[in-house]
């Protein structure tokens, strides 16, 4: 749990930190968009370029944004296997002819269809989970829920309590990593006391966290009272009439950076779907093999 890093800041300077984190904000909704749109390997290179070059330019150590990828590597792994097992392709013989294997054993197969496919699949859950961090990494929680909130802001219109949104989640990612932190020393104090937690069938593990998770969330609901008095107390009213320590205001390299990504996503559509039938975007769909 020490290496949960979703609601952590990484406080160095450079230029991703100082940038308005309403742009970031936009670029990430864009930058999902995207790779929800990639159909192949070649663009998922593409797309993992970028962010490695965005990573860099942070100045945030790869390694810790690829830890992130820990608390969703079984989901993606079986996420895969799953895949792979219940796809057939496109049949026996055109599998055999494209691809030249097929494996078949009950309601299980393995083919080239199904190795792609989920090939596919992984990196999507890979890249959706590494540019998020990325963001969050970079972006002070105050930050991020005043971005939300102006994201928001339209819905004022029929009253919706926009600013509640936002110090909901702005109070929801500093709590995170102190949550997690709470739960691994109550899991050190169980462990003093003989606790297993690395041992036995899943069924065990799951039964050994219960003396963890029952204490935690009574910790959980204390902290939130304590922080509800703390704010009566100071006479939170609800953002009525509230006023902005840091004014928000885009720069031209914001700007740029939201055009990058809005051209990125053009050129994905376009190398996807060739509308103009150009001959140069076969070279990123040319992995995309499929039996015919």
């Known amino acids: 749990m020490k290496d949960v890093v979703f609601g952590q800041i990484y406080p160095v300077d450079s230029p991703v930190h100082r940038a308005d984190p309403r742009a970031k904000l936009l670029i990430m909704i864009v930058y999902i968009v995207t790779?929800?749109?990639v159909p192949s390997f070649m663009l998922y290179a593409v797309l993992a370029l970028v962010l490695l070059a965005v990573t860099l330019m942070s100045r945030v150590p790869p390694l810790k944004v690829l830890r992130s990828l820990k608390a969703i590597i079984v989901l993606a792994i079986v996420t895969f296997i799953f895949t792979v097992l219940l796809n057939d392709g496109?049949?026996?013989e055109k599998?055999?002819?494209t691809f030249g294997f097929f494996v078949n054993f009950g309601p299980f197969y393995i083919c080239g269809s199904g190795l792609l496919s989920g090939g596919r699949i992984m990196c999507r859950i890979i890249l959706l989970i590494l540019g998020p961090t990325l963001v969050t990494l970079t972006t002070t929680p105050v930050d991020m829920a005043d971005a939300v909130e102006w994201l928001l802001t339209p819905l004022k219109l029929i009253r919706v309590p926009v600013h509640a949104f936002g110090m909901i989640m702005s109070i929801a990612l500093r709590m995170?990593?102190?949550?997690f932190e709470e739960a691994q020393r109550m899991m050190n104090a169980q462990k003093a006391r003989g606790a297993c937690f690395d041992h036995g069938n899943i069924f065990k593990r799951a039964g050994a966290l219960i003396p963890v998770l029952i204490p935690l969330f009574v910790s959980a609901f204390k902290r939130a009272g304590d922080l509800a008095d703390a704010m009566e107390s100071r006479c939170y009213n609800g953002g009525k009439g509230k006023t902005r320590m840091k004014v928000l205001r885009f720069s031209a390299g914001d700007v740029f950076a939201m055009l990058f990504f809005a051209a990125l996503l053009f050129f994905v559509l376009v190398c996807t779907y060739n509308w103009w039938n150009w001959g140069w975007t076969?070279?990123?769909?040319?992995d995309m093999i499929e039996p015919v």
């Open 35 to 37: 790779v929800v749109f």
């Open 90 to 92: 496109a049949g026996k």
């Open 95 to 97: 599998e055999l002819e």
């Open 176 to 179: 995170i990593p102190t949550l």
């Open 282 to 286: 076969e070279f990123f769909r040319m």
